[in-house]
């Protein structure tokens, strides 16, 4: 952990932040969730550092409360993408043939999609809990993370050592998991950050339509939703998410280029 | 007292290494080295990988590859230091005064242009002479340089004309603007041996012809004896010796230059077959699938237990598919593969575990057959596991041997391939190999990426290893050198089928078929004259014919 760069530094506090405050918001936040505790959109002051919304709720305290919503279904959503997406890649990059032909086909078929409306339509169909958004979000993103891991793993299956591996007569899983992983990481960490803003920004963007977190829970995009009548009166409350989206976006990938540095160099970097 | 052309003195060259974690480091690739070359004449510099050999070839054109500085010294061409000259006067020099003859043809030339117009391009653009006349003089040295038609050669596309005809034609390029200065950087280390003899033979007769001087880079001191007047022998960035070719050849003063001359001297018995091999490769028949075209014709040879049967042919040959067939990656059209006794299935993944232990294989390029995030002990460690079910404590131990068998005892169990050089990485594949207690090892080109002091230990190891394990070795190589050290039987291949088989002093003494006899002849000797004898020699058989 020496050595890191200022850039990185940065990323990690403003990711830690927003992840601490997401794990102990029961703590930290002011006032409870959906208690309105003040006048209707007052401006920041003491006792409401953000002012208050639209019927009189603490916005300091729904954002805390509407992060934890966010970043937990984001970053499930993201490990579940990431678990199908890149390990369909890398069984089809090692199995080749009509393996690989049946799951890429079926990829490009759900990509030639847009997710948003694919989502749209899935959520109306069905009525949207915390579970279906994310399984619909962590599907629906596979496809990304399984082009990369499978890119990345078609080089890699080419390699002498792969080859001298299949001579001893490995398994696929011993392949997939020992031989060609750990020398995909590193890609696939730096879309990781990216991803991970994508969902946020899907499930903000879902919240926003109506589709996404149903009250009385909320998220960010549903708090942009229930303030943005008041920014023709000049309230500010329907701005803080779109705030902490963008400096969760810069932090995370900030830690995600890092990281990818460190890794891809085969001489000091043992994170693989 | 002929002219000096080219006077280096003092030259240093340093780069900015940047180690990961830590900070960037200032590095010596030259240091302190000092040459002088006169019109006409052609100075090698030799020296293995690493040795600073190319880097002083490129600063004759004032040039640092890839954040190489020239930090010392002075380059005086014709008189003019190099390193004072603004970038327009080191572009008016560069192409004019000094050309360079790169070491990869194939990839030096634009595929998309034909041959004549980029091998007159730098004459045109120094504005030497006009474009009819250039062309003309292009032509002339198509001529002089022995290649087929040169009225029209140059209206070829690179990709139309063969890899030795190539680097001929980048010779020509080098000729053309008559510069006083060239620069040949390994110019036929990519190529055949057979291939090989007659680009050296062109470009020393065009060099006598035009009278240009030249700097010789190569890593094979027999073939640097045979083009240059003086040789400059290279270690880590420092001169080791330097003087006429013959004196560094009969009477090398340095042990490190005596240690190059005298380099593959292994002496090895041969042993005479026995009875039942442990490989025997019946009929075998190959193709690719999609293609018409058999790579592998009816292949037959037999390998002993405890020997080494080397398989010797140009690139093309099908000696590298035959290692395919064998380890059951290309499932053969027809013909069988026997093992032990056993006959083997053709399809690798029908094969038992068994079958797989018994058969090893080193690859050629160490550094891609290791997986570059598993440790040594890792590396090592896997077949242990796989085949005999070792773990922990007993397996660690057992690597520890094989390591103290390649000769790399301490402290090597917990590093990564990256932390290792090219000659320890191959001694871990070679353990690798070995600790499946295999009968036989497939070992394919396995010295080729290796300098020739290296390549000569591993040569060294192999041997020593077969006599203790008693491991059979099928060995693929185009190098008649490293055959003549190690070999007992030898298959010679030429296009896809065995030309030639036996033990080595069948197969190495006359009568020889055409083939056989055109590859050892082609084999660069360490001594003066060699070339100019076996093309002589030719001439002679040629016109007998």
Known sequence: ?272 | MAETLLQIRNLRIEATAYPPGEPPQDIVIVDDVSLTLEKGRVLGLIGESGAGKSTIGLSALAYGRGGVRITGGEILLNGRDLRKLRPAGMRAARGREVTYVAQSAAAAFNPAKRLIDQVIETTLQHGLMPRTAAEMRAVELFAKLGLPDPETFGKRYPHQVSGGQLQRAMTAMALCPAPDLVIFDEPTTALDVTTQIDVLAAIKEAIADTGVGALYITHDLAVVAQVSDDIMVLRGGKTVEYGPVRQIIEAPQQDYTRALVSVRGIEHEEKTPTAEPVLSVKGVTARYSGTRFDVLRDISVDLSPGQTLAVVGESGSGKSTLARVITGLLPPSQGEIVVAGRQLSPDLKSRTREDLRELQMIYQMADTAMNPRHTVGTIIGRPLEFYFGLKGAARRKRVQELLDEIEMSEGYIDRYPAELSGGQKQRVCIARALAAKPKMIICDEVTSALDPLVADGILKLLLNLQKIEQVAYLFITHDLATVRAIADSIAVMYQGEVVRYGTKSEVLAPPFDDYTDLLLSSVPEMKLGWLEEVIAHRKMESAGH
Do not use: C
Request: hydrophobic share 55%; aromatic share 10%; net charge positive.
């Open chain 1, 1 to 272: 952990m020496r050595n890191i760069p200022l850039s990185a530094l940065v990323g990690l506090i403003i990711t830690a932040g927003f992840f601490l405050a997401a794990i102990f918001a029961p703590w930290i936040a002011p006032y409870p969730l959906g208690a309105a505790v003040g006048g209707v959109w007052k401006a920041a002051s003491a006792s409401h550092w953000l002012g208050t919304d639209g019927i009189g709720r603490d916005v300091l305290s729904r954002m805390i409360w509407g992060g934890r919503t966010t970043i937990w279904i984001a970053t499930v959503a993201t490990i579940l993408s990431f678990g199908t997406g890149a390990t369909l890649g890398f069984v089809a990059a090692v199995m080749g043939g009509w393996v690989d032909q049946t799951i890429s086909r079926f990829v490009d078929l759900v990509m030639s999609i847009p997710s948003l409306i694919f989502a749209l339509v899935v959520l109306t169909v069905i009525p949207p809990s915390i579970t279906v958004l994310i399984l619909v979000m962590g599907f629906l993103d596979a496809t990304r993370p399984f082009r990369v891991a499978r890119a990345v793993a078609v080089d890699i299956t080419v390699m002498d050592y792969v080859e001298a591996a299949r001579l001893r007569g490995e398994g696929q899983l011993w392949i997939i998991f020992r031989e060609v992983l750990p020398n995909a990481l590193s890609p696939l960490v730096a879309e990781m950050g990216l991803r991970f803003i994508f969902q946020v920004l899907l499930l903000s963007t879902l919240s926003f339509l109506g589709l996404g977190v149903q009250p009385p829970l909320t998220d960010w995009g549903g708090i942009v939703k229930e303030n943005k009548d008041g920014l023709v009166y000049g309230v500010t409350a329907a701005l803080y998410p779109a705030v902490a989206i963008a400096s969760l976006a810069i932090s995370v990938n900030l830690v995600a280029d890092w990281i990818l540095n460190r890794t891809t160099s085969l001489k000091g970097g043992r994170g693989g």
